[in-house]
């Protein structure tokens, strides 16, 4: 039989809930065999559920506000709700499911782990991304990506404007349409791996879409090296 | 009538002016540097102290003490940083420097009982073993940051800028990505780096605020929040810095160092070490939180007077890069070498310069194997040469720091006070907010206002 401890944030502060998922969960899964908790009342706070680093299952019920989950090792948190800024930023492992919408940055420099938004995703999603993997069930906006260096994120509808800008070695599948792409950013065409890997991310994040609509776009490599004929800007 | 060579300058195209132009044409780019300004701005030498004579007295300075332990990160941290001295090391990459330096800087910091600081590219395991009191900063990049590191620091920094580049990202070229730097950095290995120069989370000082209760978390509150920025609109951006919650503010002047940046950068933004401290110190007694927030100031500090004066303006202590870096035998001729020093000079001609004029650290060449990625040229210091450079070096700052607080008649060195400096110049004096020296007049603020 399943354990379930329950947190109420309209009872306990963030502090508090923090506290007991980083110093507290341990001792009882071992000693009285919790398995998920519950979060309650989240109300736009941020930070919950912030620097986890154990196996356990996390639902938050409601909506929630910045850097939910962020930092993120081991756990798979489900947000029931949207979320505001940098939902799982740094995740290093585990999965964090927002069920809504999101705010931006999602997964900001995401180092492992799963980041799936069911909705749509503001700008800067995937921003800095270090090989952490995303998928976006709606549209994201601007500047999705940037600077990414390691790492996929899948974009089930459209892409903003300045898609991939200034990418490194990250790669970014898109089901819609792409308004424009970034500095340094360029379409090549999908091979067998990319359609395997973009079935295996729409799997895991229990999404029904065919991966064989999805364009990748990938790093020019043009911006590696300082160039005086490019004109680049930095 | 005699042929002559008429050889008069021209003030606006002088010779530097010239070579900047020829440089610029010749290649297409701007040039890209190491180090700190070379130009002229009003510094802490242009301060000196009021010793004591008969309406102050002096301490002894063989039998009476004065007290140097500094505590920074008092205002929410449940351990705060506790230093022997006021005198800290300034957050420097690996990468920028090699794993031999920065190891020989943790283990004189440790030594002499106070922190040194990573930098953008992550923290190394011979850092964190070298180090006792490891500042971890949480960079725009965000290179090799990772929740298993913030928690075993001791204190984080979240650089916002650096007095080298307030503005900009970082640099690290090519020469100097090698394999363990790019993995460290999840970055292709050899190519010319360009950091960003916003974090990827937040913008903005409301978002600041969050980020900060975010670590806080991460933490259970338990470690100190700095908050470093580079000194452009100072009163305005500690204030902001102090409301979004940071323990400890550090402020980065124009004279600040960096392994890599455009020398158009590095001259042209920021305001100087001085007018900057001022300045902060200003914003944290408008805010009634001197005192609770502690306040370090970076940029240009080399002996220990500097360092008194900075404490005598109100910094709660200093943070040193490029000096650290000469003690480790920066810009000097010869490398030791089991006991032997070996000339380099040659190696300083091949990079177009000579030992004390060298600024190629972006080059990662350097002829003393500190700013280096070089196999070879990595060993050329060895961290056990260079920790005890670095341990005498700060061991003869705070001794002039401590001499000087007991000649001013201070038995702590954070009783050092502003009333104890006058300037030398108009510029130090308005800058300062001290009196020109022999006068009662600061330029620039009425009687009221002191």
Redesign the interface.
């Known amino acids: 039989m399943e354990c379930v401890k329950q947190l109420d944030l309209a009872k306990l502060t963030?502090?508090n809930v923090?506290?007991f998922l980083?110093?507290q969960l341990s001792g009882i899964q071992h000693s009285n065999g919790f398995e998920r908790i519950e979060i309650l009342n989240p109300n736009g706070m941020?930070?919950i559920a912030?620097?986890l680093?154990a196996p356990v299952d996390v639902d938050i019920f409601g909506h929630a506000?910045?850097?939910i989950a962020?930092?993120n090792?081991q756990a798979n948190v489900v947000v029931h709700g949207n979320v505001g800024?940098?939902v799982a930023?740094?995740i290093?492992s585990g999965s964090v499911y927002v069920k809504g919408h999101a705010s931006e940055?999602v997964g900001?420099?995401a180092?492992g782990g799963l980041v799936v938004v069911e909705g749509d995703a503001s700008s800067?999603c995937g921003?800095?991304l270090?090989?952490g993997e995303i998928v976006i069930g709606g549209s994201v906006g601007h500047c999705a990506a940037?600077?990414a260096?390691?790492g996929t994120i899948v974009v089930c509808g459209d892409a903003g404007a300045y898609l991939g800008d200034s990418l490194?070695?990250a790669t970014i599948y898109v089901r819609g349409k792409i308004h424009s792409l970034g500095s340094d950013a360029q379409e090549k065409e999908m091979q067998d791996q990319d359609f395997a890997k973009v079935a295996g991310l729409l799997l895991a994040a229990n999404m029904d879409f065919d991966s064989k609509n999805f364009q990748r776009v990938v790093s020019a490599r043009t911006?590696?090296?300082?160039n005086?004929?490019e004109y680049q800007q930095? | 009538m005699t042929s002559q060579i008429h050889c008069e300058e021209s003030a606006v195209f002088n010779q530097h002016a010239i070579a900047y132009i020829h440089r610029a044409a010749e290649?297409?780019?701007y040039e890209i540097r190491g180090m700190g300004a070379k130009r002229a701005v009003p510094t802490f030498d242009d301060l000196v102290f009021l010793t004591a004579s008969v309406s102050r007295y002096p301490l002894e300075g063989y039998r009476e003490k004065c007290e140097s332990k500094t505590v920074l990160g008092t205002r929410f941290a449940k351990s705060p940083i506790e230093l022997e001295m006021p005198i800290t090391i300034a957050g420097m990459s690996f990468g920028a420097l090699s794993a031999n330096a920065k190891e020989a800087i943790g283990r004189a910091a440790s030594e002499m009982g106070t922190s040194t600081t990573t930098g953008d590219g992550g923290m190394t395991p011979e850092e964190r073993q070298s180090s006792k009191m490891l500042v971890y900063q949480c960079l725009p990049?965000?290179y090799g940051?990772?929740?298993d590191d913030?928690?075993q620091c001791e204190a984080i920094e979240i650089v916002i800028g650096q007095g080298a580049k307030p503005g900009g990202?970082g640099m690290l070229?090519?020469q100097k990505v090698s394999a363990r730097v790019a993995d460290m950095?999840?970055?292709?290995e050899g190519?010319?780096q360009?950091s960003?120069c916003r974090h990827?989370?937040?913008v903005g000082p409301d978002?600041l605020k969050?980020?900060i209760?975010?670590l806080r978390?991460?933490?259970?509150?338990k470690i100190p929040v700095y908050v470093k920025m580079g000194a452009t609109r100072v009163f305005d951006d500690v204030k902001l810095a102090v409301k979004a919650g940071a323990d400890v503010v550090v402020i980065d002047g124009l004279q600040a160092g960096t392994a890599a940046t455009q020398q158009v950068f590095i001259e042209h933004a920021g305001i100087p070490t001085l007018a900057a401290l001022r300045l902060a110190v200003a914003a944290l007694e408008d805010l009634n939180v001197f005192g609770d927030v502690q306040l370090v100031i970076s940029g240009g500090i080399r002996t220990g007077a500097d360092v008194a004066k900075a404490l005598a303006l109100g910094a709660d202590a200093v943070s040193i890069g490029q000096a650290t870096l000469i003690a480790l035998g920066c810009n000097s001729q010869t490398y030791r070498h089991d006991g032997q020093d070996v000339d380099v000079t040659g190696d300083y001609a091949k990079l177009g310069t000579s030992p004390g004029y060298c600024h190629h650290c972006h080059t990662g060449q350097c002829p003393v194997g500190i700013t280096t990625q070089d196999a070879a040229l990595e060993t050329r210091l060895t961290p056990e040469v260079g920790a005890n450079w670095l341990k005498n070096y700060l061991q003869v700052l705070n001794l002039e720091l401590t001499t000087l607080a007991r000649a001013c008649g201070k038995s702590n060195v954070h009783h050092l006070e502003r009333e104890d400096l006058v300037a030398l110049t108009i510029e130090a004096a308005a800058m300062a907010k001290v009196p020109l020296a022999g006068t009662d007049w600061i330029p620039g603020w009425s009687g009221t206002e002191l």
């Open positions: 963030v502090r923090n506290d980083h110093n941020h930070s912030v620097g680093d506000g910045y850097f962020g930092m090792k800024w940098s930023e740094n290093m940055c900001a420099s180092q800067r921003i800095s270090k090989g940037f600077m260096q390691a490194y070695e911006l590696y090296h300082w005086a004929d930095y | 290649y297409g780019v990049s965000r940051f990772n929740p913030v928690r990202g070229l090519s950095r999840t970055l292709p190519i010319d360009r960003a990827p989370d937040w978002d969050i980020k209760e975010e978390e991460i933490t259970d509150w």
